[in-house]
T-cell receptor, first 117, second 115 residues
Framework: AQSVAQPEDQVNVAEGNPLTVKCTYSVSGNPYLFWYVQYPNRGLQFLLKYITGDNLVKGSYGFEAEFNKSQTSFHLKKPSALVSDSALYFCAVRDPFPRGGYNKLIFGAGTRLAVHP | ETGVTQTPRHLVMGMTNKKSLKCEQHLGHNAMYWYKQSAKKPLELMFVYNFKEQTENNSVPSRFSPECPNSSHLFLHLHTLQPEDSALYLC??????????????FGPGTRLTVL
């Protein structure tokens, strides 16, 4: 079965330090991977995606993610965390098997990032 | 703003009430989705509409009834809900639901509380 795992419920980082939010996946064929962020009382916002090509993907708000095929990982990173980055982060993978003309996204359970001043 | 709006933002209802959630997307997308987000649980896909046709009903109880009158509007009709249905209900849309560039754009959600 296709799946996404976010092994950490919460990540705590001091402002100015680098941050990493982990994601591993299990999917048949080539993975198409996404990161979303959810701020309090808001819906999910698309951050970045990996389809093919360069393993380092750059996205919104200074975030980037590194695709590692051998480790089946797609970790989200930022060189210098801001307090305003505190939010809930979701990793997702596209289900490669369409149903009804649709390929659904399979989401991880989410990781709460807390950046402390 | 993502181009997807949802109303109301908050809703409190009793178990015998009937209410509806509304979603509208201004992005010209072809697919629309309802998700349920409960605390400490993964996002649950409920319904998918692709070109106004329902293509997914993820074993959702019949007390939730979706309606998609056109590709820009999506409703979720609620009746005789249970307290465990209290959650954040998110609407999303995407341009190409079967392609690789099918990132979804989400609305702000409706926080539903069932008493």
């Amino acid at each position: 079965a296709q799946s996404v795992a976010q092994p950490e419920d919460q990540v705590n980082v001091a402002e100015g330090n680098p941050l990493t939010v982990k994601c591993t996946y299990s999917v048949s064929g080539n993975p198409y991977l996404f990161w979303y962020v959810q701020y309090p009382n808001r819906g999910l916002q698309f951050l970045l995606k990996y389809i093919t090509g360069d393993n380092l993907v750059k996205g919104s708000y200074g975030f980037e993610a590194e695709f590692n095929k051998s480790q089946t990982s797609f970790h989200l990173k930022k060189p210098s965390a801001l307090v305003s980055d505190s939010a809930l982060y979701f990793c997702a993978v596209r289900d490669p098997f369409p149903r009804g003309g649709y390929n659904k996204l399979i989401f991880g359970a989410g990781t709460r990032l807390a950046v402390h001043p | 703003e993502t181009g997807v709006t949802q109303t109301p933002r908050h809703l409190v209802m009793g178990m015998t009430n009937k209410k509806s959630l509304k979603c509208e997307q201004h992005l010209g997308h072809n697919a629309m989705y309802w998700y349920k987000q409960s605390a400490k649980k993964p996002l649950e896909l409920m319904f998918v509409y692709n070109f106004k046709e329902q293509t997914e009903n993820n074993s959702v109880p019949s007390r939730f009834s979706p309606e998609c009158p056109n590709s820009s509007h999506l409703f979720l009709h609620l009746h005789t809900l249970q307290p465990e249905d209290s959650a954040l209900y998110l609407c999303a849309s995407s341009q190409d639901p079967a392609g690789v560039y099918n990132e979804q754009f989400f609305g702000p959600g409706t926080r539903l509380t069932v008493l």
